[in-house]
């Protein structure tokens, strides 16, 4: 069946400190690769994605995250978070954005 | 530019009655997508429209959910009657074509009482 997992329903880091959120799949196919953000009140925001080529794929605000195919992981990681990175952050894979999506992160951030 | 826009913001309604919500893609968008958030659980793909038909509604729960999308600009989502398990927060997207970025309105906070 596919699915996505985000084991982790809450993180909490403190300001400057460096964040991975973790995404596993399960998909019949190399799937495209999607990381959205929902800061409160707003709707969702792609992050970054990734459809083929370099495994590693830059977004905005400072995110980047890996493809592992070996693993069927592609974790979201920022070197330094900031108070405003303090939302909730959702993996998803699918194609045509027919997404499977996780059930969400959300993210604390100590001051 | 106006991004996606999705009306109301929250509902309040009592079980068995009927709800309607808007969504507003962006201006020339073709592709128009509905996505549904149970509480607690993960957000879930309702269907897609092009333009004005509908392109895969493979997701839609059951009759109770009758998705329109007139003339190919706004689309209305309409659950009558309404049930309990029907809440949670309804997402609108739209994009230009497929496997391109689709752009989310800020969702519908729907409660059935």
């Known amino acids: 069946a596919q699915s996505v997992t985000q084991p982790d329903i809450h993180i909490t880091v403190s300001e400057g400190a460096s964040l991975e959120l973790r995404c596993n799949y399960s998909?019949?196919?190399?799937?495209?690769l999607f990381w959205y953000v929902q800061s409160p009140g707003q709707g969702l925001q792609l992050l970054l994605k990734?459809?083929?080529?370099d495994t590693l794929v830059q977004g905005i605000k400072g995110f980047e995250a890996e493809f592992k195919r070996s693993q069927s992981s592609f974790n979201l990681r920022k070197p330094s978070v900031h108070w405003s990175d303090a939302a909730e952050y959702f993996c998803?894979?699918?194609?045509?954005?027919?997404?499977?999506w996780g059930a969400g992160t959300k993210l604390i951030i100590k001051p | 530019e106006a991004g996606v826009t999705q009306f109301p913001s929250h509902s309040v309604i009592e079980k068995g009655q009927t709800v309607t919500l808007r969504c507003d893609p962006i201006?020339?968008?073709?592709?128009l997508y509905w996505y549904r958030r149970v509480m607690g659980k993960e957000i879930k793909f309702l269907l897609h429209f092009v333009k004005e038909s509908k392109q895969d509604e493979s997701g839609m729960p059951n009759n109770r959910f009758l998705a329109e999308r007139t003339g190919g600009t706004y689309s209305t989502l309409k659950v009558q009657p309404a049930e309990l398990e029907d809440s949670g927060v309804y997402f609108c997207?739209?994009?230009?074509?497929?496997?391109?970025?689709?752009?989310f309105g800020q969702g519908t906070r729907l409660t059935v009482v």
């Open positions: 201006s020339g968008h073709d592709n």
């Open positions: 990734y459809f083929s080529g």
């Open positions: 997207a739209s994009s230009q074509a497929p496997n391109t970025e689709a752009f």
């Open positions: 998803a894979v699918g194609s045509n954005y027919q997404l499977i």
């Open positions: 998909y019949g196919a190399t799937p495209y």
